[in-house]
């Protein structure tokens, strides 16, 4: 599996900008299929953006045209730009990387219209937006 470290999570107040970075500890021909969950308190794991290996996009329906995701490839670092931020958008957020089946009970989401699931997990970074 490949090691994945989030940064960039914060408190801001609604309306603000954050912008998160995922730093891989190497490349492997899986790992470019990429992606960001998050997980609210006492909600479960939600799929936000995602880049499949062909580096096409997709986004849930609640952050088009506030979040952007990107990956530097060269860098080895995802990143997740969250402009206009609300307070529903409070949660931890995860990068993952090594797309696949998703396994019983995994964390999945649909990237270009097939549901997959994840092998590779960073630890999380909290985003706490006030209203």
């Known amino acids: 599996r490949v090691h994945l470290v989030e940064s960039g999570g914060g408190s801001v107040q609604a309306g603000g900008s954050l912008t998160l970075s995922c730093a891989a500890s190497r490349n492997t021909a899986s790992q470019y299929c990429w992606s960001w969950f998050r997980q609210a308190p006492g909600k479960r794991y939600e799929g936000v953006a995602a880049i499949d290996p062909d580096s096409k996009i997709t986004y849930i329906d609640s952050v088009k045209g506030r979040f952007t995701i990107s990956v530097d490839s060269a860098k080895k670092i995802l990143y997740l730009q969250m402009n206009n931020l609300k307070p529903e958008d409070t949660a931890t957020y995860y990068c993952?990387?090594?797309?696949?089946?998703?396994?019983?009970?995994?964390?999945?989401?649909?990237?270009?219209?097939?549901?997959?699931?994840?092998?590779?997990w960073g630890q999380g970074t909290l985003v706490t937006v006030s209203s």
């Open positions: 993952a990387a090594e797309c696949g089946i998703p396994g019983a009970g995994q964390p999945s989401m649909v990237v270009s219209g097939v549901e997959v699931g994840f092998e590779s």
